[in-house]
Structure formats: structure tokens, C-alpha cells
């Protein structure tokens, strides 16, 4: 919907997730064959002397690898995770037993940080890594976290063939890969991911899901949500937007505001009520509220399918909706008015009229948010009969990055002031 670009940004929103309780991801990580290797390997270190690198002499090593029943090229990620994790302590005069894990889910957090920042790694240090970054393949640690985001995404479990033609796509795509090597990849592919799907399983992350399918296990869950959380998505767990779905439509649109709830609670709320009865609500608040208000309501309206059409072209009939609704509804392929070009610049003036009422000063990037179109709908802003051009065209005469459209605003604001 037009206008709706309020809680557009490039936070991804995951759907909410039910944890399990940490006695019982505590139990799991304890079991994670990683974690027991790594403290299996703390135990055999001991107090011993190491190399220039702080990892074990060359020696050692191999013959850890041989007491334990090591996997020779998973030695290097064992040690990093057994150093970071506290397990053991390296001094200038070598390695001795560390002081050990006090909160068993930080020190899970960072065995996944540890294992995910192996997919930066490009040595071949020999025996100490025997491959290259994570899983061998660059290709897979590449794509990694999107593959990660991917399954948190599907919780029932996501087909290996299909993660394999997504990786394809992918990189194809992002990457730019040529024909060449997508030739190579789709013979050798399948086998690399099978292998790093199995170094996943090693480390806690994935289980199996039925034939030739795979999902995240509950602490790869909790792991994967800690880290999109730390980059700053909207991941939220289903305790903490229960609540906001009990809430009304004003509510929730001044909570959404206010950064208090998230897309992913908005989505929840829908669910929970009917379709028809759910658009009502929030044109009520759009039709009587400010330009922010107006705009956090149509964001959510967007997600609502054809059921809420009937209540939607009730808005018709609504001054401060109507636009909104004609346009919800073409994009439906229902019949609905045209929209003029004063209609646009009316739209325009509202979608920029929100960032007067979030509280906080708009910066020049935020007045962008209507691309190359502004220029052409600046001249006739003011004529748009909005509550808010005045206002809005001296905020972009004032803030606007563009030279051109600041002029432009500013020679518009002075016509309307003189109206």
C-alpha cells in the first residue's frame, strides 16, 4: 500500500519460535558429540607445552588423534572451541585445564560463533585442518547463515535436494557465478553438502527429518535465533509476542510505532482475528489518526488476503483512507476508483507527513523513501489538500539530501504559505 513504508527496512522478520526450556537445551548441549569431544580433548591436553600459534606441537596433535578417535581435519575447530569455551587456558608457558563453562547456554552461544566463524577461515595448515574454512567446500560456508536462516525458517525440515538447487540459485544470483562453474557445482555440490550437513549434525546444529531431509535441532534453534538477533533481525520467541497479540489495533499500531512490537507480533495479531474483522479495526485507527498511525495500519493491511476486501471498500467512503483502499484493492484485481496525479502527491505528502510524528528528527536519508518519483510530486504538494503539506514540504526544503528537490520544496512551500 502506498505510504505503508514506516516499518520498511532491512530487519528480516523470522516467525516466532516456542523454546524449549533451558534445563532441557542445557542437557542437549552436553550431548552435542562437538562439546564432548572438545572437553574429551581438554581432558587428554592437560598441562602441556604448545606451538608459536598457541595450538598443540605437531606431534601432540597426532597423536591426540590417535588416543581420541579424532576426525584429524575437525582438531583445529575441537581446540578453538575448547579455548574459547574455557576449557583449557593457554599461558606463556602452554596450555593447562581452564576454569570451565559456568553458563552452559553462553558457552553454547559461543561454540556456534566459533564454529560459524570458521566459514571466514581459508588456511591449509596440514594436519591441523586437513580442508579449508568450515566444511571443506567454499561454496557452502558462503551461503552458510542463509542456509541456517532458511531451516529456521521451515521448522518441519527442508529436503537436501532443494537446499542444494537453493544454494544454485543463490549464488548464481549473488555471486555471479558463470556457466562453467555452475556446470562444476552441479556435479559436485550434492556430495560437498552432504559432507558439511554431516559436520553440522557433528557439531549440534541439525538432525535428520525424515529421508534426505534435514531441520535445525532445538539448540541449533535457540543458536541460529541468538545470532540473527545479534545482527539485529526480528526474530522473537512465541512468549514474547503472546501478550501483543491480546492487544487492540490502536495498541498494537502505537506499539509498532513506538518500537515497542515488531512485524513478526502484527502477524500473530492477524492470525488471531478474522480477516474482515481485523481491517475494520485498523482503518477505524487509520482513518482517525495521524500519518504515521495511517501508515503502520496499511503496512499491516497488506498481509491481509481478498477475505478483508468487503471491509476495505468501506474505506472508501473514509477522506483520509479512501486512496489507500483504491489502491489495496487494483493491486486485488477488485474494481476500485482511479488514482489521479493529485492523488499520488497526496500519498506522497502522507508517506512523508509519518516521519513528523515518530519523534525523532528525520535525516536526509529518510526522506528518500520515495525514490526519483519526489521531484515530479514536490510542485504539486502543496495543492494535494493534506493536513500536513505545509509542513512536510518545509521538512524537505529544509532536510532533503538532493539540492534540486530541496529548491523545489522550498519555491512549492512558499506558493502554499501564500495560498
Known amino acids: 500500500m502506498p505510504g505503508s513504508a514506516i516499518l520498511d527496512s532491512d530487519v528480516l522478520t523470522f516467525p516466532p519460535v516456542e523454546l524449549a526450556l533451558d534445563d532441557e537445551l542445557a542437557a542437549q548441549v552436553r ?7 572438545a572437553a574429551r580433548l581438554a581432558a587428554w591436553t592437560g598441562t602441556r ?19 581420541l578417535g579424532l576426525k584429524a581435519d575437525r582438531l583445529r575447530l575441537l581446540w578453538i572451541v575448547a579455548v574459547n569455551g574455557r576449557l583449557i587456558e593457554i599461558t606463556p608457558e602452554g596450555a593447562r585445564p581452564g576454569p570451565g563453562v559456568r553458563d552452559t547456554m553462553e558457552f553454547w552461544d559461543g561454540v556456534v560463533m566459533d564454529v560459524l566463524d570458521r566459514t571466514d577461515e581459508r588456511q591449509t595448515d596440514g594436519q591441523q585442518t586437513g580442508g579449508q574454512g568450515l566444511t571443506g567446500s567454499a561454496v557452502v560456508d558462503e551461503h552458510l547463515t542463509e542456509i541456517l536462516a532458511t531451516m529456521y525458517s521451515v521448522r518441519e525440515g527442508m529436503a537436501i535436494p532443494l ?43 541439525i538432525e535428520p527429518a525424515g529421508a534426505d531431509s534435514v531441520r535445525l ?52 495479531w492477524l492470525e488471531r482475528r478474522a480477516p474482515e474483522e481485523a481491517a475494520r479495526d485498523l482503518i477505524k485507527i487509520a ?20 477475505e478483508a476486501a468487503p471491509a476495505v471498500r468501506e474505506a472508501l467512503d473514509e477522506p483520509l483512507m479512501w486512496r489507500y483502499a ?16 493529485t492523488d499520488g502527491a497526496w500519498v506522497a505528502v502522507d508517506t512523508l507527513a509519518a516521519l513528523l510524528y515518530l519523534g525523532a528528527p528525520a535525516k536526509g536519508g529518510d526522506l528518500d523513501v520515495l525514490g526519483d518519483d519526489l521531484l515530479s510530486l514536490v510542485p504539486i504538494m502543496g495543492a494535494a489538500d493534506h493536513p500536513d503539506a505545509l509542513a512536510v514540504l518545509e521538512l524537505l526544503g529544509k532536510n532533503h539530501p538532493d539540492v534540486v528537490v530541496a529548491k523545489a520544496a522550498r519555491k512549492a512551500a512558499m506558493k502554499t504559505r501564500s495560498r
Open 31 to 37: 550431548a552435542v558429540p562437538l562439546v564432548r569431544d
Open 287 to 306: 482513518a482517525t489518526g495521524n500519518a504515521a498511525q495511517r501508515g503502520t495500519a496499511g503496512t499491516i493491511l497488506e498481509e491481509l488476503g481478498p
Open 49 to 67: 607445552p604448545v606451538a608459536g600459534d598457541h595450538t598443540l606441537l605437531p606431534g601432540d596433535a597426532a597423536q591426540v588423534v590417535h588416543d
Open 326 to 341: 483504491a489502491a489495496w484493492l487494483g493491486v486485488r484485481d477488485f474494481d476500485a476508483p482511479a488514482l489521479g496525479e
Open 217 to 268: 535441532t532445538p539448540i541449533g534453534v535457540w543458536a541460529v535465533r541468538r545470532d540473527l538477533l545479534r545482527e539485529g533481525h526480528d526474530a522473537p520467541s512465541l512468549s514474547e509476542i503472546e501478550g501483543l497479540a491480546l492487544l487492540t489495533a490502536g495498541e498494537l499500531i502505537d506499539a509498532l510505532i513506538a518500537g515497542k512490537a515488531s512485524a513478526s507480533a502484527a502477524s500473530l
Open 163 to 205: 537446499l542444494t538447487t537453493g544454494i544454485l540459485q543463490a549464488h548464481e544470483v549473488g555471486c555471479e557465478a558463470g556457466l562453467k562453474e555452475l556446470r562444476r557445482l552441479r556435479v559436485a555440490l550434492p556430495a560437498e553438502l552432504a559432507a558439511a550437513m554431516e559436520l553440522l549434525a557433528y557439531c549440534g546444529l
